[in-house]
Antibody, heavy 117, light 107 residues
Framework: QVQLQESGPGLLRPSETLSATCVVSGYSITSGYYWGWIRQSPGKGLEWLGSIYYDGNDFLNPSLKSRVTISLETSKNQFSLDLSSVTAADTAVYYC??????????WGPGTLVTVSS | DIQMTQSPSSLSAFVGDRVTITCRASQGISFYLNWYQQKPGKAPKLLIYAASTLQDGVPSRFTGSGAGTDFSLTISSLQPEDFATYYCQQSYNTPPLTFGGGTKVEI
C-alpha cells in the first residue's frame, strides 16, 4: 500500500523559506510516476505548485517558479518542497501527491503552514 | 493553460436526491477529465478518471460523462457520506495540474 506523509514547519515568519518533506512508503520514488505538491488556502480551491518526475526533471507552476524548488531525496525515498520569501498569502495546507498521466492516485494527509509575524 | 470552470459552486440537496455537477474546459480535452471528492479536513480522493471510469472502491452511484469541453458528475441517490466538495481536473495537458473551483454539496 502506497502512503505519503508530509512534514512541514507549521509556523513561519514573512520572508522565510518554507521547507516541507514528503516521505513515501510502499513504492520507490525512482521506479516511476510524478511526485508533486498542491496547496489549498483556507476555504479555497486547489493550486498546483509543481511536480518532479522520477528521473529528476521538474515542472513548476509559472506563477511561482521563481520561488519554488522541488527535489528528490532518493536515499530516503522522499521528496521535498522549498518555497522562498513567504508571505501571508502562502498560508495553506500543503499536500504531497503521486500522479501519472495527470491522474492523482495518492495524496498525503496534508500539513498546515501558517505565515504570520 | 487550460482553464476549468465548475457549476454550481454550491448546492443544497437531500439524502436520496439525484445530483449533477458540471465542468467545462476552456478548450477540448477529449476524455482527459478526472473528478475528486474532498471532505473537510481531508485530502481529496480520486473518484473518476478518464471522464467515466470509476476508481476502485468508488460506489456505482457515482457516474461521470462527457468529452471535449463539457463534462458532468452525477450522484444517482445522494448518501449522507457524499456531502463534500467535488473538484474536476484536466489531465489532457499535464503538468500543470489544473482544477475547477469546486462544488460544495450541502444538506
Amino acid at each position: 500500500q502506497v502512503q505519503l506523509q508530509e512534514s512541514g514547519p507549521g509556523l513561519l515568519r514573512p520572508s522565510e523559506t518554507l521547507s516541507a518533506t514528503c516521505v513515501v512508503s510502499g513504492y520507490s520514488i525512482t521506479s516511476g510516476y510524478y511526485w508533486g505538491w498542491i496547496r489549498q488556502s483556507p476555504g479555497k480551491g486547489l493550486e498546483w505548485l509543481g511536480s518532479i518526475y522520477y528521473d529528476g526533471n521538474d515542472f513548476l507552476n509559472p506563477s511561482l517558479k521563481s520561488r519554488v524548488t522541488i527535489s528528490l531525496e532518493t536515499s530516503k525515498n522522499q521528496f521535498s518542497l522549498d518555497l522562498s520569501s513567504v508571505t501571508a498569502a502562502d498560508t495553506a495546507v500543503y499536500y504531497c501527491l503521486r500522479h501519472q498521466a495527470g491522474v492523482i492516485d495518492y495524496w498525503g494527509p496534508g500539513t498546515l503552514v501558517t505565515v504570520s509575524s | 493553460d487550460i482553464q476549468m470552470t465548475q457549476s454550481p459552486s454550491s448546492l443544497s440537496a437531500f439524502v436520496g436526491d439525484r445530483v449533477t455537477i458540471t465542468c467545462r474546459a476552456s478548450q477540448g480535452i477529449s476524455f482527459y477529465l478526472n473528478w475528486y471528492q474532498q471532505k473537510p479536513g481531508k485530502a481529496p480522493k480520486l473518484l473518476i478518471y478518464a471522464a467515466s471510469t470509476l476508481q476502485d472502491g468508488v460506489p456505482s452511484r457515482f457516474t461521470g460523462s462527457g468529452a471535449g469541453t463539457d463534462f458532468s458528475l452525477t450522484i444517482s441517490s445522494l448518501q449522507p457520506e457524499d456531502f463534500a466538495t467535488y473538484y474536476c481536473q484536466q489531465s489532457y495537458n499535464t503538468p500543470p495540474l489544473t482544477f475547477g473551483g469546486g462544488t460544495k454539496v450541502e444538506i
